[in-house]
Nanobody, 124 residues
Framework: QVQLVESGGGLVQAGGSLRLSCAAS????????MGWFRQAPGKERRFVAG????????YYADSVRGRFTISRDNAKNTVYLQMNSLKPEDTAVYFC?????????????????WGQGTQVTVSS
């Protein structure tokens, strides 16, 4: 069982930056793939970025590639999402997710564990 708690959301102006954190409980964090998803009001939850268990492989949605960076610190049981050059369309609730797989899933159904989410609002 893994519990995930996101933090770091907030209100930022367009062009600004935020860093989200996701702290995980459990001794097996280092064996899990981790992902970040986001959900805007009235829209489905969508993949943003993912990282494999070691941190050696990452994958991004086209909409954030080059602006967002996912990383992890297995010693701290934490995964991060550094978000730069934020745009109003990045406004959403951001969720982290975990799954005991060696791949990087990009769909919600492939992740077994989810956090409660943190709100990110980008003003124009």
């Amino acid at each position: 069982q893994v519990q995930l708690v996101e933090s770091g959301g907030g209100l930022v102006q367009a062009g600004g930056s935020l860093r989200l954190s996701c702290a995980a409980s459990g001794r097996t964090f280092s064996t899990y793939a981790m992902g970040w998803f986001r959900q805007a009001p009235g829209k489905e939850r969508r993949f943003v970025a993912g990282i494999n268990w070691s941190g050696g492989t990452t994958y991004y949605a086209d909409s954030v590639r080059g602006r967002f960076t996912i990383s992890r610190d297995n010693a701290k049981n934490t995964v991060y999402l550094q978000m730069n050059s934020l745009k109003p369309e990045d406004t959403a609730v951001y969720f982290c997710a975990a799954d005991p797989t060696t791949t990087i899933p990009t769909t919600t159904l492939k992740y077994a564990y989810w956090g409660q989410g943190t709100q990110v609002t980008v003003s124009s």
